[in-house]
């Protein structure tokens, strides 16, 4: 069951930024804010790893859609922000469910999504969702990794996998020596067992899917990019010339790339017989 709170953007805005509070599929509470401008359609905003839904770039994006008139939902995943649970290393598949979850709410609510978005891990959740549920005919993949084998020891350490493997588990700390999470052997596996080119191939040939990367992104290559071209059947490539992993200096880039392939998206739709 959804709670929803609301207060008006601002003294002469007709929109309104909502609490929203959406149950996944382990009783856990995904607390999200809705952009609502009173349109049908939804875009569904997701967070990248260990972040939440108010990020810049989650903000940016759900405004940009609110001014074009589209309501946008952006929400924390499980284990992050607000919403319930804890914090776990791995689960792409299982966020990707918490997405199937709010998609549900908002169809039971008579509404359209017309879009899901995610960036960095949330571009995993995203083709994930797209892979098992072929309800959703845009798809926005930012930054997102391709081969999740690679990037482990760049963010967690050296010789991480042997640590995991001898003592089932490895803190990690920050500058200050505080344990940030805890990535255990189940949660490790599950980052090495999630196969994005097979999930990708799984992907419906009717589903567009954009796939935007910086050129200077220094987290995930941008040959990831080319990788997810190379394997989703319907699939668009958006290179951002100087853009970091988080789009710091081309937001607005960013922002125009993905409200002109969601309007592109709707206007085929509105003219199909």
């Known amino acids: 069951m959804a709670q929803i709170s609301s207060t008006h953007v601002g003294p002469n805005s007709v929109n309104l930024q909502q609490k929203v509070i959406v149950s996944n599929?382990?009783?856990?509470?995904?607390?999200?804010?809705?952009?609502?401008?009173?349109s049908k359609e939804i875009a569904v905003l997701c967070h990248g790893f260990k972040s939440m839904k108010d990020e810049k770039t989650m903000v940016n994006l759900a405004v940009a859609f609110?001014?074009?008139?589209m309501s946008a939902f952006r929400f924390d995943f499980a284990g992050n922000g607000e919403s319930e649970g804890s914090f776990q290393y791995g689960n792409y598949r299982r966020e990707a469910e918490d997405l199937r979850a709010v998609v549900q709410h908002f169809c039971e609510k008579k509404r359209v999504i017309t879009a899901i978005l995610g960036h960095s891990k949330g571009g995993n959740a995203v083709l994930l969702y797209a892979s098992k549920?072929?309800?959703?005919?845009?798809?926005?993949?930012?930054?997102?990794?391709f081969n999740?084998?690679?990037?482990?020891e760049e963010r967690l350490g050296k010789d991480v996998m042997q640590k995991v493997k001898e003592d089932g588990f490895v803190d990690v700390r920050n500058n200050e020596g505080d344990v940030i999470f805890r990535v255990t052997e189940d949660s490790m596996m599950d980052r090495l067992?999630?196969?994005?080119?097979?999930a990708c191939l799984a992907i419906d040939k009717k589903c567009r899917v954009l796939t935007i990367h910086g050129s200077a992104d220094q987290i995930t290559p941008v040959g990831d990019a080319l990788e997810f071209a190379k394997v989703i059947p319907n699939h668009e490539l958006q290179i951002i010339e100087g853009a970091d992993h988080g789009y710091t200096s081309h937001q607005?880039?960013?922002?125009s790339f993905i409200l002109a392939f969601v309007t592109a998206g709707l206007k085929k739709e509105n003219h199909s017989p």
């Open 25 to 38: 599929n382990y009783g856990e509470k995904l607390v999200g804010i809705l952009h609502e401008t009173g």
């Open 66 to 69: 609110e001014n074009t008139g």
């Open 133 to 145: 549920y072929h309800d959703i005919n845009t798809v926005i993949n930012i930054s997102g990794r």
């Open 148 to 152: 999740l084998k690679e990037g482990i």
């Open 193 to 198: 067992n999630t196969d994005m080119r097979e």
């Open 252 to 255: 607005p880039e960013l922002a």
